[in-house]
């Protein structure tokens, strides 16, 4: 059994069947709570099943890792982000609320904003006059405008706004046209086979407050719900939670930290947690407040930002945070490059584990923006480094992978000239009126023209043969080698045989193999509308390099640790961000600041520099964050 402190095992081995609320501090053992929480259910109650909801898939894999010694983990326990839930009730009940039976999720923004020009191009509006204008300023500007409109329907889907009325409350000076517009935009998204990310709670909301019984079914096999990162939830996954549970389902537990609350931009609060949840379920109430993370000096300083917010437990080592200065971003990455330098020579210390190496370093930044002067050193210095990334998929580069990525779409979704269109302008030809047709791949092959390195008998070929696919049951490993052996075999018989364009081909053909792989051996499902799915709900992205060091903002470092932290360009503007104005949005950048913080286990670097470039090439002073003001308070 894992060691537990007391008052962890009081919220592990809680009686089961009622409804707790844990608010915990960094460091305080939340993963390892829920965790041992989800295990306890399972061991003590023999067969009932268990949700467990975590904030990223990343995290999910980590959970079942956990548990795979648990006796019939895998039947009794669904560890999943609340989108893959969503989406699995759309997937088995969508057709109760009229939902195609294979809905295309549109998961890029770019793709979004595609739909969203052809529904008011439909509709008689000249969009297009409208975004080309000469003065680029003045574009960047009109693109804002729609910019705006994307993120209104992004606020509505989130509000869980399904009425006009509800729309009006959210737009009370222009609220006719923007429902009339989003109307537009969910009917364009419909016409073309698909949904939007946002769409998926809305959506499986709508299924479970229409169609009571299909939450009896859930509810029959799931007894228990766990929930961590709860003080990210927004309002539609709050709703979500709260009709999937319905007045049935009581054993739900909610497990955050309001001072970690990082999503106000996704319509987070922590009040979904704090009050609502309260004020629906009346759960017994539960604190954890040790770090067990991190040494005395970092925890010292993180109760700087955000008073009496965790205390240090009896074994903590002192540690140390050091607050450097630097005369300009490139002063500062050099410092940070030296400093690495040193910690690699220095080798061991008796307040780090095992050897000093890159892998037990991070370097964490408000946003991404201020990486560039860093990695340029690192680079020189032939410090190896990876960015962290979130999960969304990241596009394929190559004209092979993405002919196959946008293959594989239209294929599954005919009816999508967002895909479709942008296939035909890669193989240069012309797009059809109507997208509709299920032979289109094959039309498509007929037509392509070769590119510089791939010719056109290989690209007529992949489209052939991804249209030969079985959807249900496809053979892709067979598909896989056909294309490698062909590839191949341009490369020999190419001059030209050291092309990136090739080795990127042959790297994301193998990419797209090792995905599926993934998505089959994870028991995802079997068709290829369940994998293009699951990869649109981030299922299947894995850090493809995670070697030397770390650079990530402090969002995508969310949950994690390191040894060694530096934390740079600490100025205002960077952090808290210059969008941030408004009292709540400066709080949550402080959380910012305390999430960066509380990564660390060991030791804090905090650097900033006192004037940085601008990208249009004006060097301006820049002043110490307000943070790094309170953390030496
Ligand atoms: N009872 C314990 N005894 C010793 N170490 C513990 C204990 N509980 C947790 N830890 C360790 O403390 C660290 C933090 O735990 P965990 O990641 O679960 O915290 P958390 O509350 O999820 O943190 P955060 O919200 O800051 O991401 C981990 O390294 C974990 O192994």
Redesign the pocket.
């Known amino acids: 059994m894992i060691?537990?402190?007391e008052s962890?095992r009081q919220v592990v081995q809680s009686p089961i069947g009622n409804a707790m609320q844990v608010l915990?501090s960094?460091?305080?053992?939340?993963?390892?709570v829920l965790t041992e929480r989800v295990r306890y259910i399972l061991e003590q109650t023999k067969k009932d099943c268990v949700i467990a909801l975590t904030f990223t898939n990343k995290a999910a894999d980590e959970m079942r890792q956990r548990l795979d010694d648990t006796d019939s983990m895998e039947d009794r326990a669904w560890i999943s982000t609340i989108h893959s839930i969503a989406q699995r009730v759309i997937e088995q009940y969508g057709h109760t609320i009229g939902l195609p039976a294979e809905l295309h999720i549109y998961e890029r923004d770019k793709d979004r904003m595609e739909v969203f020009l052809q529904s008011l191009r439909d509709h008689g509006v000249n969009i297009d006059e409208y975004l080309q204008v000469d003065d680029a300023r003045e574009r960047r500007n009109r693109e804002r405008v729609m910019q705006k409109y994307m993120d209104a329907f992004s606020n509505i889907k989130r509000e869980l706004a399904t009425t006009e009325e509800e729309v009006s409350a959210l737009y009370p000076d222009d609220s006719e046209r923007i429902w009339r517009i989003y109307q537009d935009y969910q009917g364009a998204l419909l016409d073309s086979g698909g949904i939007d990310f946002d769409d998926i709670l809305i959506r499986a909301y709508e299924i479970l407050q229409t169609q009571e019984w299909v939450g009896d079914v859930y509810r029959a096999k799931y007894k228990h719900i766990c929930i961590d990162e709860a003080q990210d939830l927004n309002k539609a996954q709050y709703e979500f939670i709260k009709i999937f549970c319905g007045d049935k389902l009581k054993s739900i537990l909610m497990v955050g930290?309001p001072n970690?609350m990082i999503y106000g931009f996704n319509g987070s609060s922590s009040k979904y947690m704090c009050s609502m949840f309260v004020e629906d379920f009346q759960p017994s109430e539960y604190r954890l407040t040790e770090n067990?993370?991190s040494t005395t000096k970092i925890i010292e300083t993180a109760n700087k930002l955000k008073p009496g917010s965790q205390k240090e437990h009896d074994a903590a080592l002192q540690g140390f945070v050091e607050v450097v200065p630097q005369n300009d971003e490139f002063f500062e990455a050099a410092w940070v490059v030296r400093q690495i330098q040193a910690l690699i020579k220095l080798g061991t210390h008796d307040e780090i584990e095992g050897n000093i190496s890159l892998s037990n370093m991070a370097v964490i930044a408000r946003n991404r923006f201020i990486f560039p002067a860093l990695e340029k050193a690192l680079e020189n210095a032939k410090i190896p480094f990876h960015m962290k990334k979130g999960e969304r998929a990241a596009e394929p580069d190559s004209l092979f992978g993405r002919v196959l990525d946008l293959g594989i779409r239209v294929k599954l979704n005919p009816r999508s000239w967002v895909d479709g269109k942008k296939l035909c302008q890669l193989l240069q030809i012309t797009a059809p009126s109507k997208w509709d047709d299920g032979e289109i791949l094959l039309a498509l092959a007929d037509q392509t023209t070769a590119s510089e390195v791939i010719n056109s008998e290989l690209l007529s070929g992949l489209l052939t043969e991804i249209h030969k696919l079985d959807s249900d049951a496809p053979n892709i490993r067979k598909f896989k080698r056909t294309f490698e052996q062909r590839l191949e075999a341009i490369a020999k018989s190419s001059e030209n045989t050291s092309d990136p364009e090739l080795a990127t081909s042959i790297s994301e053909l193998n990419e797209f193999f090792s995905s599926w792989t993934k998505f089959r051996q994870k028991g995802l499902g079997e068709s290829l509308q369940s994998y293009r799915n699951a990869k649109a709900l981030g299922q299947l992205e894995g850090e493809t390099n995670t070697d030397g060091l770390t650079l990530s903002t402090v969002h995508t470092m969310k949950?994690l640790?390191k040894d060694i932290v530096f934390l740079i360009g600490m100025c205002e503007g960077v952090f808290p961000d210059y969008r941030a104005k408004s009292k709540r949005e400066l709080e949550e950048e402080r959380n910012s600041a305390f999430v960066a913080v509380?990564r660390a286990k060991r030791w804090l670097y905090v650097t900033y520099p006192n004037q940085r470039t601008m990208p249009w090439g004006d060097v301006r002073p820049q002043t110490r964050s307000r943070f790094v003001g309170s953390m030496l308070s």
């Open positions: 060691h537990l402190s962890q915990a960094a460091g305080s053992g939340k993963t390892r930290d970690q067990y993370r949950g640790e509380t």
